[in-house]
């Protein structure tokens, strides 16, 4: 019974939605066809002659008001959505309109379309979805409570801009909720938890969820922000496992039951694999490398069409920390193919074994001499399509700029992007002899400069109610020295579009009546002109 009202709604919903996307031009016609009709008995005309005499009988003072308060209104809008935007690094009015009004007016949410896509769905369609985003989850970012906080407690300062946060708490809602967690009380309260801005509030929210039951939700956001170690964060990791296993076989059971069930699995699929990640990444830490990659390379066959997490640039990561190059090398032939989104982390790995080969009995000076050998070529060939690809890369990896922490998020061939790949990546290349001195010789040529991150443009509403502001202040303070000229042109503004006769009106009938008004005298023809 439930089933049936829901489909119902759904129906409904999309009929009504419909009906506003194609038949908005009839209902537009049909609107003005019925103020014709109605002219009469709405006495149209009457009214319009009426506001026609009211404009005339102001005086410049209201003018003076009236631009002076939309002046003042659209200058709080304008402060209020520059503090959201610094804060939050979005624009209020954005937000609601995206959040709100879209699905209403019958846009398409992406977190619909994205649950649309099942985990055993075809892998060109998840391809494709995840290519088309601009903003990437850092494959290799750190903890928050255990690496990020201690910046934190020596500085005094965010490592992490709201920008960047609250992309991670889009993230954290996608991945670890479903529309049916309000039937779960523990899942509920962490479905609040995921869009608390407060940390402490986070964390006593998932408190409050273990003491109802084992939550592998709230295992992960106290490991990822409570623990103060890494060790901590693979202890609750470890909880966390046991109990999203338990919930991901239950629900595996059940997925052919129903969409309900079938979003439960998606979202308890999603769970399991972000913990086997990170526990991954925990013990890549804490030093054991061989254990680390074990770990990744059986996640990838479990779950080998979940490409979003970009798992094998951890694997990466792990293999050459392992020196295991002809590993390097498998896993780069088998990710380093045109049909899957490009990184740093490939480009530059790739360019690392090509300059392996070669850079320890590389000289500039020879090759001048002799000329660039096959495997120079193919190195410095190799080197050319990484710069070209993130031509911020070399300057962090040559320390000719500063590394600082890297963000939760990159933006592909960007500046953060080239400091997260750096920030790991760095002892890698000074382990190869001579490789940062042939990335030196043969970067600069094809360098040039792309957007960096975390920059972002200014949202819309932000210059519109500058623009707005600034318009309205400027009537203001025009009506305000020129009361009498600015009243003129009000007036001769409100009788063209009030009157019956708009359609003949020109810019010279305008001037025209502002000089009768002001009575402004002809310009006096010169002594030789009257002779």
């Not at 989850?137 to 490592?159: D, I, S």
């Amino acid at each position: 019974m439930a089933e049936a009202a829901t489909g119902f709604l759904e129906q409904l919903k999309s009929c009504i939605v419909w009906s506003w996307t194609y038949l908005w031009t009839v209902w537009f016609f049909i609107v003005l066809f019925l103020v014709y009709i109605l002219r009469v008995p709405l006495k149209i005309n009457d009214n319009l002659s009426t506001v026609s005499m009211f404009l005339n009988t102001l005086t410049p003072k209201f003018y003076v008001a009236l631009t002076g308060t939309s002046s003042l209104i659209s200058g709080l809008i304008l402060i209020f959505e520059w503090w959201y935007f610094r804060k939050y690094g979005t624009s209020f009015i954005e937000q609601v309109s995206v959040s709100h009004l879209r699905p209403l007016l019958g846009g398409v949410d992406n977190n619909s379309s994205n649950n649309s896509n099942s985990s055993n769905g075809d892998s060109d369609s998840n391809r494709q979805s995840v290519s088309e985003c601009k903003v990437w989850r850092n494959p290799l970012n750190l903890f928050r409570g255990a690496e990020y906080n201690r910046y934190t407690w020596v500085t005094g300062r965010e490592p992490l801009t709201y920008y960047d946060m609250n992309l991670s708490a889009q993230d954290h809602q996608t991945f670890f909720t479903c529309d049916s967690d309000h039937l779960r009380p523990a899942d509920a309260i962490m479905q609040k938890a995921w869009r608390e801005r407060n940390p402490q509030a986070r964390i006593s929210a998932a408190h409050e969820a273990l003491e109802i039951n084992e939550c592998a939700t709230a295992y992960i956001l106290l490991a990822e922000e409570e623990a103060t170690t890494i060790a901590e964060a693979e202890k609750l990791f470890k909880q966390a496992l046991k109990a999203g296993d338990g919930c991901y076989r239950r629900s595996q059971q059940l997925q052919h039951h129903g969409s309900q069930y079938e979003a439960q699995h998606r979202r308890d699929t999603n769970v399991l694999v972000y913990i086997k990640r990170r526990l991954a990444m925990c013990a890549r830490r804490l030093g054991r490398t061989r254990e680390a990659v074990k770990m990744m390379r059986d996640l990838m066959k479990e779950f080998p069409l979940l490409s979003m997490f970009n798992i094998h640039e951890n694997l990466l990561e792990a293999l050459l920390e392992l020196q295991a190059y002809a590993d390097v090398q498998a896993v780069l032939a088998k990710y380093d193919d045109i049909s899957l989104p490009k990184s740093a982390t490939i480009c530059y790995t790739a360019a690392l074994l090509k300059a392996r080969a070669v850079s320890d009995k590389f000289s500039p000076e020879a090759a001048s001499r002799r000329g660039l050998s096959t495997a120079e070529m193919n190195a410095v060939e190799a080197i050319h399509r990484a710069v070209e690809f993130n031509p911020h890369v070399p300057k962090y990896l040559l320390e000719m700029k500063s590394l600082i922490l890297p963000p939760e998020h990159i933006l592909k061939r960007g500046d953060s992007e080239a400091i997260a790949y750096a920030f790991f990546h760095l002892a890698h290349w000074k382990r190869v002899e001579g490789a940062l001195n042939l990335l030196h010789c043969t970067w600069e040529g094809t360098f040039h400069e792309v957007s960096v991150y975390p920059k972002k443009e200014l949202p819309f509403f932000i210059l519109f109610t500058a623009g707005l502001c600034s318009f309205t202040a400027m009537l203001a303070l025009l009506t305000h020295q020129f009361p009498e000229l600015m009243g003129v042109f009000a007036k001769a503004m409100s009788d063209i579009f009030c009157s019956a006769e708009f359609r003949d009106w020109n810019c010279k009938s305008i001037f025209m009546r502002v000089e009768d008004e002001l009575e402004i005298p002809p310009a006096p023809q010169s002594q030789h002109l009257q002779n």
